[in-house]
């Protein structure tokens, strides 16, 4: 075991990282495909060639249900994943949306040497999602590293210039929940409305979002898709209302409550807005 792969072994074992031992080690080529790492077809059209490609820098804004929805398939499709900083995509939720749990790392914590502990993913695993933290490597603040101040912030530039460089020449693709420097795309949540809810009762089914795509190259054009995400299965789906009257209709003929009321969110990009019983893969 090298130095980086039992500090990523210790740190998943004393962070709440889960599935992983302290007898971990990172796998060796994951999915097959040397150029390509597969996405949920909805979300193809974003994407220039269709898919995620390895070597790249992907950031995702306003949504952690888009970060799931961006590694289920590859997962699906046998790649391994990881995510380093807050443990905010939850379990359950990767579950749900489609990841292949036995195939997912978390490292909650990587403190102050998370540049290696991003490394040591980099080097075996086909995705890598990496969320803000403070000056601790402690996961939190709006920026991708320490505060903009002195020689931590120029060392955590530095970081970001080598892990770029780092997912280029592993192949890998990072996948960042803020701005980072050298991120070829960049996909945000531009709108968002729940549907579900009746006159101050009933339950959220389903989310219908906007997405924007642009980035460099290909990318520079931007790209814009309707989603549901999730829908009302817990997945992500190109826009059909067709999709929610189905599985209303499904709901009423069981005996549930089938209203389909919207409601325009507010606050947090996730969060959910009005009155209304939640079900747990719904947030977040």
Do not use: N
């Not at 489609?98 to 040497?113: A, K, T, W």
């Not at 190109?238 to 009321?261: C, K, N």
């Amino acid at each position: 075991m090298t130095p980086s792969t039992a500090l990523l072994a210790d740190l998943v074992g004393a962070g709440g990282g889960h599935g992983v031992s302290r007898g971990f080690a990172p796998p060796v080529g994951g999915s097959a495909d040397a150029t390509w790492v597969p996405v949920a077809p909805a979300l193809a059209g974003l994407l220039p060639g269709g898919a995620l490609e390895r070597g790249s820098v992907v950031t995702v804004t306003g949504s952690g249900s888009l970060v799931l929805a961006l590694i289920a398939e590859a997962s699906s499709a046998g790649a391994w994943c990881a995510e380093v900083g807050t443990a905010g995509l939850g379990i359950a939720a990767a579950a749900e949306a489609g990841v292949v749990l036995d195939r997912f790392v978390r490292v909650p914590r990587p403190g102050e040497r998370w540049p290696e502990v991003v490394a040591a993913l980099l080097d075996g695993f086909d995705i890598v999602v990496v969320h803000p933290w403070t000056d601790d490597g402690t996961s939190a603040g709006t920026s991708i590293g320490p505060p903009r101040r002195g020689d931590r912030a120029t060392r955590a530039q530095h970081a970001i210039r080598r892990l770029t460089a780092r997912a280029r020449e592993r192949g890998a693709v990072l996948v960042a929940t803020s701005p980072w420097e050298g991120a070829s795309l960049g996909l945000t949540v531009t709108a968002q409305r729940w549907h579900g809810l009746g006159a101050g009762h009933g339950h959220l089914t389903a989310r219908e979002v906007e997405v924007t795509a642009v980035g460099r190259g290909a990318a520079v054009r931007p790209r814009r898709v309707r989603l549901w995400l999730p829908g009302p299965d817990g997945r992500v789906a190109a826009y059909d209302p067709h999709l929610l009257v189905d599985h209303e209709r499904l709901v009423v003929a069981r005996g549930g409550d089938g209203v389909s009321a919207l409601v325009k969110t507010a606050g947090a990009p996730d969060g959910v807005g009005g009155s209304a019983s939640v079900p747990s893969r719904l947030v977040g």
